[in-house]
């Protein structure tokens, strides 16, 4: 098995994993697990994208990570700010 196989079957795992955890996993009502599970699906991705291609896969990363780490931070917040109260 080469290395592209293997990313492409480890990143369709990941995206399967990552989808049907956020969608019916356990504590899903809580923020931020669903979004740790929708981070695990968009590396997952990130990995079938290196399969193909090693720039776009790069370019991905990049910005899943300037996209996520905004999200993850405001729903870290929101969970906090709601134990408070």
């Known amino acids: 098995?080469?290395?592209?196989?293997?990313a492409l079957y480890?990143?369709?795992?990941?995206?399967?994993?990552g989808v049907a955890g956020a969608a019916i996993g356990p504590s899903r009502s809580d923020p931020v697990v669903k979004a740790l599970n929708l981070d695990l699906a968009s590396t997952g991705i990130c990995l079938i994208f290196l399969a193909f291609n090693h720039m776009l896969a790069l370019l991905t990363y990049i910005a899943v990570g300037?996209?996520?780490?905004?999200?993850?931070?405001?729903?870290?917040?929101?969970?906090?700010?709601?134990?408070?109260e």
Not at 1 to 6: P, T, V, W
Not at 10 to 17: I, P
């Open 1 to 6: 098995m080469s290395e592209s196989e293997l």
């Open 10 to 17: 480890a990143g369709s795992f990941m995206v399967l994993a």
């Open 66 to 84: 300037a996209f996520a780490t905004p999200i993850l931070m405001r729903a870290i917040l929101r969970v906090e700010a709601g134990e408070r």
